[in-house]
């Protein structure tokens, strides 16, 4: 890809995350940790750009992965009813998996004992994962209609998993 194509797909990603803080300052909160990680994810890009070109691909996908995550994510926090909650919830898992598997195939490359620290580090991430999707099972799975609480606890398990993948993408940065 180009410098120029690349600077136009930073530009329009920079534009989305302005967007997101936008609304973040508008009454949703929980966006603002997404918020965090899209600016160190874009830096590092930035950064790529001038002194790794080979590493600015993987990066930019990771970073337009973890902004579809944060759009799911704001998604799910503004549906008004728990049928659009819980697609928005599917979607962001969805994404969140594409997202470790990228970071995942990072750690390939790491020598071994860092691999090792990081593998494991993913597979907590991932386990956190498993978790917010279990609960939105059991939800589903409940009298049909979500509760309040069921809301709340999804909510819990996700910024767990959030507060987790941005503790990981900060070390592989």
């Not at 930019?60 to 759009?71: D, N, P, Q, W």
């Not at 998996?97 to 990228?102: F, G, I, Q, S, V």
């Not at 979500?146 to 996700?158: C, F, G, L, V, Y």
């Given at each position: 890809?180009?410098?120029?194509?690349?600077?136009?797909?930073?530009?329009?990603?920079?534009?989305?995350?302005?967007?997101?803080?936008?609304?973040?300052?508008?009454?949703?909160?929980?966006?603002?940790?997404?918020?965090?990680?899209?600016?160190?994810?874009?830096?590092?890009?930035?950064?790529?750009?001038?002194?790794?070109?080979?590493?600015?691909?993987?990066?930019l996908g990771r970073l337009k992965t973890r902004l579809a995550v944060a759009e799911h994510s704001?998604?799910?926090?503004?549906?008004?009813?728990?049928?659009?909650?819980?697609?928005?919830?599917?979607?962001?898992?969805?994404?969140?998996?594409?997202?470790?598997?990228?970071?995942?195939?990072?750690?390939?490359?790491?020598?071994?004992?860092?691999?090792?620290?990081?593998?494991?580090?993913?597979?907590?991430?991932?386990?956190?994962?498993?978790?917010?999707?279990?609960?939105?099972?059991?939800?589903?799975?409940?009298?049909?209609?979500?509760?309040?609480?069921?809301?709340?606890?999804?909510?819990?398990?996700?910024?767990?998993?959030?507060?987790?993948?941005?503790?990981?993408?900060?070390?592989?940065?």
């Amino acid at each position: 890809m180009s410098t120029t194509t690349i600077e136009d797909t930073l530009d329009d990603i920079h534009r989305r995350i302005d967007r997101l803080d936008a609304l973040a300052q508008a009454g949703a909160p929980r966006i603002r940790p997404h918020l965090d990680a899209l600016h160190q994810e874009e830096a590092a890009v930035r950064a790529a750009v001038g002194k790794a070109p080979d590493e600015v691909e993987k990066k930019l996908g990771r970073l337009k992965t973890r902004l579809a995550v944060a759009e799911h994510s704001l998604a799910a926090d503004l549906s008004d009813d728990w049928g659009a909650f819980a697609a928005a919830v599917e979607a962001e898992l969805r994404v969140w998996d594409a997202y470790l598997e990228r970071l995942q195939a990072g750690v390939v490359e790491k020598a071994w004992k860092a691999r090792e620290q990081a593998e494991a580090a993913i597979g907590d991430v991932r386990g956190r994962r498993i978790a917010v999707g279990e609960r939105l099972a059991q939800a589903r799975d409940s009298d049909g209609a979500a509760s309040q609480e069921a809301r709340r606890s999804i909510t819990a398990a996700r910024d767990e998993l959030e507060q987790k993948a941005a503790e990981l993408s900060a070390k592989l940065n």
